[in-house]
């Protein structure tokens, strides 16, 4: 199967009704935030969000620090702006931007797992270094890795708004345990005032040990700290990464 990017594009309008800003997306950015105020070695003014999405991450940080976002969808930041439209956004991909300027933490959420294969996952951790000031704290936290895959796990969500009613019904599936990259399948049913339309995804993801995150956040030259998240499912590790020079 091929991968597709439907959510990214064409039906990424989709995405504001898939999780709550105001709920799970503030919990989470105050954990980050007070990781940032824990281990940074400078006042922390600014954040890159790389990554970003449809901004909500960003909608909670600004009130925070000063925040600047990255994703490779346009479609995704064009809803990012129409969010937060005091906020600077940029197009570019994860592995290779440069934006010439620093800031003091970075957040690399979700989007990391699209990082399929271990030279894209460096590239990428390389990339959120270069873009850190010395003392700067990058934030990342794995969807999943080795020793939390749940083989064939199924996940429902549903949302209602404006006539529309969606269920999201996304499943991670490994097919090969032996390599670095898992599968992601996504069935969308959309009704629109009752109307069905049925979409699908299909994504493959990179899948890395705790030792692997570990190894290659230290050879990029961070300070690495780690620690749990739990907002009431699933827990998660955060590593909080320093960049001492």
């Not at 995405?15 to 990781?35: K, N, R, S």
């Not at 990012?80 to 600077?88: D, F, G, H, R, V």
Request: glycine share 8%; charged share 20%.
């Amino acid at each position: 199967m091929n991968d597709t990017g439907h959510l990214y594009t064409d039906l990424a309008w989709l995405w504001p009704m898939w999780g709550d800003v105001a709920t799970e997306y503030a919990h989470y950015c105050e954990h980050v935030t007070g990781l940032v105020r824990q281990y940074a070695k400078l006042p922390a003014a600014t954040l890159l969000d790389i990554g970003c999405g449809g901004g909500k991450n960003v909608l909670n940080l600004k009130r925070e620090f000063n925040v600047t976002g990255l994703d490779l969808s346009p479609a995704m930041l064009a809803q990012a702006k129409e969010l937060n439209p005091e906020c600077t956004f940029v197009q570019g991909d994860m592995r290779t931007f440069r934006l010439g300027r620093a800031f003091d933490a970075v957040l690399m959420d979700d989007a990391i797992s699209h990082m399929n294969c271990r030279a894209d996952f460096v590239a990428a951790f390389r990339t959120a270094y270069a873009h850190l000031n010395p003392g700067g704290v990058l934030l990342a936290t794995p969807d999943v890795t080795i020793e939390t895959f749940q083989q064939n796990k199924t996940t429902i969500t549903q949302a209602t708004r404006d006539g529309l009613d969606v269920v999201f019904v996304e499943n991670v599936y490994d097919p090969d345990p032996t390599d670095e990259q898992y599968e992601t399948t996504i069935l969308y049913l959309i009704r629109d005032h009752g109307r069905l339309r049925i979409e699908t995804e299909h994504w493959t993801m990179g899948i890395f040990s705790l030792d692997t995150w570990r190894y290659v956040l230290r050879e990029t030259g961070f300070e690495v700290h780690e620690g749990l998240y739990n907002p009431g499912r699933d827990e998660y590790t955060v590593f909080a990464c320093v960049k001492t020079r």
